[in-house]
C-alpha cells in the first residue's frame, strides 16, 4: 500500500439494536474529537427535569472546528424542548470514540440516579477508497470494507429486561466512586511508604562498609603483603 494513499472513509449505516424504543429517544453519537462538555450539555437537557441552557443556537451543541465535529441526533426531529424529559437516551461509538461514550455514560448515570443500562458490543462496517498516489502508473484505485469495533448503550428511567446479556441495574454510583477514591488512596499511600523504606534500608548498607559498631573491613578481596614483610623477606635473603 505505500502506492495508494486513503482518500476518504465511508462509515455504513448500523442498525440500532435495542428494538421497541419510544418515541421520544434520544440517540448521542459520539466521536474522537467530540467534546464531552458539549455531549453532557445537551444529554442532561434531554433528561433532566428541568433542562439548562445551551450555548449555540436552536438549543444545540456548538459545532467544534474541522472534522471533530459533536453530532447529536434525535430519533424524531419535531420535538420540541418544552416537552417533558426523554425517559430514554441511547450513546454510540465507533472505533476511537468507544471510550469516550463510556464516559459519557458514567457521567450521566452520576448526575441522573436511577437509571437502567443495557450494553451492546458490535462491529460497524467502515468503506476506505484509497487512491494512487501517481495516477500515470496505471494502478486503480482500492476500495477496502472493514469492521470497527462499536458499542451502544441505552439508559433508561423504566425497567428493561433483566435477563438480556449487558444488562445493568441501577446502583448506589456515589458509594462506588467513594470505594474507587479509598482504594486509590491506599495504593498511593502504600507507595510512599514503600520508597521511604527502600532509602533507609540504603543508607544503612551503604558502600562504605560501615556497620553499627563501626566501619568494618572487607574480607572479599585479598590484600597483598606489606613494604614491611617485603623488607623482611629481603634480609633474611641477605643474611643467608
Keep these: 500500500m505505500e502506492n ?4 476518504r472513509t465511508v462509515e455504513q449505516p448500523c442498525p440500532c439494536p435495542f428494538l421497541g424504543l419510544s418515541s421520544d429517544t434520544t440517540e448521542v453519537r459520539v466521536k474522537d474529537g467530540s467534546k ?4 453532557m450539555r445537551y444529554a442532561l437537557s434531554r433528561m433532566e427535569v428541568k433542562p439548562r441552557a445551551l450555548e449555540g443556537e436552536g438549543g444545540r451543541p456548538k459545532s467544534e472546528e474541522g472534522d471533530s465535529t459533536t453530532e447529536v441526533q434525535e430519533a424524531t426531529c419535531s420535538q420540541a424542548p418544552e416537552k417533558m424529559p426523554s425517559r430514554q437516551i441511547v450513546f454510540t461509538g465507533t472505533g476511537k470514540g468507544v471510550s469516550k461514550a ?3 455514560v458514567e457521567i450521566l448515570k452520576r448526575r441522573v440516579k436511577g437509571l ?9 462496517p467502515v468503506l476506505e477508497v484509497w487512491e494512487p498516489l501517481e495516477p500515470a502508473a496505471g494502478l486503480d484505485s482500492l476500495t477496502v470494507n472493514r469492521n470497527i469495533p462499536a458499542i451502544w448503550v ?23 466512586w467513594a470505594q474507587a477514591a479509598k482504594e486509590d488512596a491506599g495504593v498511593a499511600g ?18 562504605r562498609g560501615k ?11 585479598s590484600r597483598g603483603p606489606g613494604k614491611g614483610q617485603s623488607r623482611g623477606k629481603g634480609a633474611l635473603a ?3
Design 36 to 39: 464531552i462538555r458539549n455531549l
Design 4 to 7: 495508494y494513499s486513503k482518500a
Design 154 to 176: 441505552l439508559l433508561s428511567r423504566d425497567p428493561l429486561d433483566a435477563s438480556l446479556p449487558g444488562y445493568q441495574a441501577p446502583g448506589n454510583v456515589d458509594a462506588l
Design 238 to 240: 641477605g643474611q643467608e
Design 190 to 207: 502504600g507507595q510512599r511508604h514503600g520508597g521511604r523504606r527502600k532509602r533507609g534500608g540504603g543508607g544503612g548498607g551503604g558502600g
Design 116 to 124: 437502567h443500562q443495557q450494553t451492546r458490543l458490535l462491529f460497524s
Design 102 to 104: 463510556i464516559t459519557c
Design 211 to 221: 556497620g553499627p559498631g563501626g566501619p568494618v573491613r572487607q574480607t572479599g578481596r
